[in-house]
């Protein structure tokens, strides 16, 4: 008689997940060990996981393009319209004639490439889940929070309001971060005021909020997955901030949700995403939409994109957001909580990649 199946071997969640953040080496330590097969924590559940249904064969849902060139000048109100109408109905848009010269974007893009492809021993001394630190390269924030975890590494640099030493900052990326950061500053002032006329106010009225005090720039890298259909790049979320702006590159995998279907947004050379966040939606009262969006994962790469998240939920500042009181009447009263950015990133924090729960706990 044949012996009984010996029972599955135990699997421990946590000592696997202590292990390989402990290595520091992210995903792109486990890809350069040769492996063939994921680990089990980055393995996500089917109903998680993309699939052909999922995803729009439409040709003509895509996001909307706006192009800034002549946004001082002929075009304004034109430009404003286009923007009012994807941040309300898509809460995305690819934007072109930024003014971000194509050399610039170029360099970025391998900046990421360059730190990622170091070697580990240079590229550990960065590691860190210290939120307190400006500079920090990590794989997953939410690796101890979510129930699977994403095939990405990431470098994080808070550079405003207050940036780091300049010493703090990698020295094979950090010229070009620097200068990147000032290209983007610029653009959000540019940004925010459009924005601020598409709801119908006073030009300097995001800016006068806050809105543009702090920026964030989070370097991702993707590395070729041997098992694409077992993981993702990046879980389904809406971010926190209040918009996000996105350097993407060629690969493509990027995509949103839009009317229950998940549509690609196709890279388009020198282009820049924009995404509204949680925390303008919150202030907007919900006119402009904070939507979710994932990335899946590829057997080829790296995919690298660098997004630019404009708020100041890493600085601690007591200013309370709410939805703006020109915006309200007694037909729109309000419809989210007031918070703090640094609360809400904490609470964002403490949920993970987790869909829209963040700012569910914030309606009323």
Not at 264 to 277: E, H, M, R, S
Not at 313 to 332: A, C, M, R, V, W
Request: charged letters at 25%; one cysteine or more.
């Amino acid at each position: 008689m044949a012996d009984p199946p010996s029972p599955p071997p135990h699997y421990d969640r946590a000592k696997e997940v202590k292990e390989f953040d402990e290595s520091k080496t992210g995903v792109k330590g486990l890809v350069d060990s040769g492996i063939s097969t994921i680990p089990r924590i980055f393995l996500h559940s089917p109903h998680t996981l993309p699939n052909g249904s999922d995803t729009t064969a439409d040709p003509t849902l895509r996001i909307p393009t706006v192009d800034l060139q002549g946004v001082h000048v002929d075009r304004r109100m034109e430009i404003v319209g286009e923007i009012q109408r994807a941040s309300e109905k898509w809460g995305f848009f690819q934007m072109v004639n930024h003014g971000i010269p194509d050399g610039v974007l170029e360099m970025m893009m391998e900046s990421v490439v360059s730190f990622n492809e170091l070697p580990k021993e240079e590229k550990m001394v960065f590691y860190t889940r210290d939120l307190k630190k400006k500079v920090r390269f990590n794989s997953n924030f939410d690796l101890y929070q979510s129930r699977a975890a994403n095939w990405r590494d990431s470098l994080l640099c808070v550079m405003a309001p207050d940036p780091p030493n300049v010493d703090e900052l990698p020295p094979v990326c950090r010229d070009i971060t620097l200068e990147y950061s000032k290209h983007i500053t610029k653009l959000g002032n540019t940004l925010f005021e459009l924005l601020s006329e598409a709801l119908g106010l006073g030009k300097d009225h995001l800016i006068g909020l806050g809105c543009t005090e702090g920026h964030v720039i989070v370097s991702h890298y993707y590395p070729a997955c041997p098992e694409p259909h077992l993981t993702i790049g990046t879980s389904p979320h809406s971010d926190t901030d209040f918009v996000n702006v996105l350097l993407q590159d060629h690969i493509g995998g990027l995509q949103v949700r839009y009317q229950q279907h998940w549509v690609d947004v196709t890279p388009v050379p020198g282009a820049l995403v924009v995404n509204i966040g949680d925390l303008l939606q919150l202030i907007s009262n919900g006119r402009f939409k904070s939507v979710e969006h994932r990335v899946l994962a590829n057997q080829v790469g790296p995919r690298v994109s660098v997004a630019c998240f404009f708020s100041t939920g890493f600085h601690p500042s007591t200013k309370l957001y709410g939805p703006i009181k020109e915006l309200l009447s007694d037909e729109n009263p309000p419809k989210y909580k007031e918070t703090t950015t640094r609360d809400y990133l904490t609470h964002y924090y403490g949920v993970g990649l987790d869909g829209k729960t963040a700012l569910d706990h914030y309606r009323l």
